[in-house]
């Protein structure tokens, strides 16, 4: 294994720190929809929706982590990678695991808002998770820069 090559998986790593993200916020998010549904189980549906937005991160970042480890042959047959290569790699990985976890964790607060405010308004179902979304967008950018660097 060359130092490039652990450069290159440790990016893998870093892209899934967007996991990290996702769990904390699906978390908060489900204790929010907990609480309302102790008091309401008709809005379950709704509240799932608005608790599932935070996950989307993980999805991005194990995504850009397997496309690149299927690149660099850790799927397989390793490739010999130079350190410029594995470091850039490493760094184009960043991006979703940084932005991802960030906005997950800002994702997961604002549906935890959300869900209160569905649970005392129930016609602010859209507007909740069109808020709820909108966090969404960073993560987006972030993982198109992070695909396209590694694929």
């Known amino acids: 294994m060359t130092l490039g ?5 440790l990016g893998a790593a870093v ?3 967007a996991g990290i993200g996702s769990v904390i916020g699906v978390s ?5 929809s907990a609480a309302l549904l102790s008091k309401d189980p008709s ?4 509240v799932l929706v608005l608790q599932l937005l935070p996950a989307t991160q993980a999805i991005y970042g194990f995504v850009v982590a397997i496309v690149l480890l299927a690149n660099i042959g850790a799927l397989g047959t390793p490739v010999a990678l130079g350190l410029e290569d594995g470091l850039t790699y490493f ?17 997961g607060n604002v549906a935890v808002s959300c869900i209160n405010l569905v649970g005392k308004q129930e016609g602010q ?3 909740s998770i069109m808020m709820t979304a909108l966090v ?4 987006i950018l972030a993982f198109l820069i992070s695909i396209l660097g590694v694929a």
């Open 5 to 9: 090559f652990f450069f290159a998986c």
């Open 91 to 107: 760094a184009m990985c960043a991006p979703i695991g940084i932005v991802g976890l960030i906005s997950a964790i800002g994702q």
């Open 15 to 17: 892209a899934m720190c």
């Open 125 to 127: 179902v859209g507007k």
């Open 43 to 46: 809005k379950f549906g709704t």
């Open 136 to 139: 969404e967008f960073f993560a």
């Open 28 to 32: 908060r998010a489900g204790q929010a």
